[in-house]
């Protein structure tokens, strides 16, 4: 057991100025309230709680007055980082108030834990969210999905003051959850969460989501579509850019100029398939100059490492500080950004935005007419999913042209996912406007 949750470091902690004029509006005009429940939180550099803690760090600057509600930080290793304790506390950070309860870990999150963990956050944080909707009476409830589970009691609340509810969507959990296998295909339990959730969406306010496939996934299951906007994750093209010097990495990793160096770093877990990219690296293994580094954390990375851990063009490595991640992605000569074929279409991956960032070649596995391979098109290799050996002849092909794919449609491409609009336009539709 670690020590009590102490407020955020200054290294962890990030800040986000306001937009010239609405500064001095929120100055001058009453506190708006708002409080943010969810599973995933800063300090967590990976996945969700990354997005969400930009989010309250920015209304946080605008001048709100910002509570969220949470977990200790333990995505996506699923144990809670050093400095943290599973346990309920109350901290202020910077200008935002954070109360986290505790959640069931371990390990190995699959099959029935993977629920367990959400299902156990959304009981013990009720009552904390609960009073705090009803004792700082916001203007809006802002949760997130993952999870869902916890929704019902804070529509309960904000119900009861009036308040607007908004729901961000980074994931459709429940048909997720049946598609990578977490949970078993008993009819019965599939048709008992679709009927959960459909109950639980349509009685948002508003809906935010990050792909138009997962819009029209939202609308089918029964949400009016004019309550439904899409706002892409984003990338701060302040922090992830190209390096003008060799990434320091190289060097460190004892890469020569000669090696074409191949890289996956993020969240290792099912919906990523990170099994194919091991596979081709298999099928790779005789070609002297190609290295294979993976670069993460998840419940899948001891299978993984245990499965091809014995391959000696392929390294393993921990997630990196968030300080080093620039360095970390202009490191390769090729990102590779695996997507498992049952996922197509539940999620868009956040991950591409600091790859494309870094100005390096990236390799997506994407089936056509898929949302991800229509809107990278022409700007990355494509092939197919779950398919190692079409990735393996892709992997040969970007070695040989080294970089000859249109870079000036991978950095048009990354400006479409600049921070600020996003985070302005999730803010207009937090307030009950539009982007």
Known sequence: MTAAAQPLSDECEQTFDAAPGLATAAATSPRKSVVVYAMNYAPETAGVGKYTGEIAE??????????????????????????????????????????RAPLMLRRKMRGIWRLLAPLSFALTSAPVVFWQILRRRPATVFCVEPTLFAAPVAQLAARLIGA???????????????????????????????????????????????????????????????????????????????????????????????????????????????????????????????????????????????RYGHLANVRFLPFQPYARLNALLNMPDLHVLPQDRSTADLALPSKLGGMLASGKPVLVTADEGTELAQFVEGAVYLTPPNDPESLAACILRARSERDELLPHARMALVQSLSKRPAIIAIRQLIDGGGP
Do not use: C
Request: proline share 6%.
């Open 58 to 99: 920015y209304l946080a600057a605008e001048g709100m007055d910002v509570t969220v509600v949470t977990t200790p930080p333990h995505y996506p290793g699923w144990a809670v980082q050093p400095g943290y304790r599973n346990g309920f506390s109350a901290t202020a950070e910077g200008r935002i108030t954070v109360l």
């Open 164 to 306: 607007r509810t908004v729901l961000h969507v980074h994931d459709m959990e429940v048909d997720a959850a049946f598609a990578v296998g977490h949970l078993n295909s008993r009819p019965w339990l599939k048709a008992l969460g679709h009927i959960f959730e459909r109950r639980v969406l349509g009685r948002f306010d508003r809906l935010i989501t990050i792909s138009n496939r997962m819009a029209e996934g939202l609308v089918l299951k029964g949400v009016p579509d004019a309550k439904v906007s899409v706002v892409r994750n984003w990338v701060d093209l302040g922090q992830f850019h190209p390096m003008e010097d060799i990434s320091p990495y190289r060097a460190e990793l004892g890469f020569r100029p000669e090696d074409f160096v191949v890289l996956y770093s993020g969240s290792i877990g099912a919906k990523q398939g990170l099994n194919v990219l091991l596979d081709a690296a298999e099928h790779l293994e005789d070609e002297q100059h190609i290295h294979f580094v993976v670069a993460g954390d998840g419940p899948q990375k001891p299978e993984l490492e245990a």
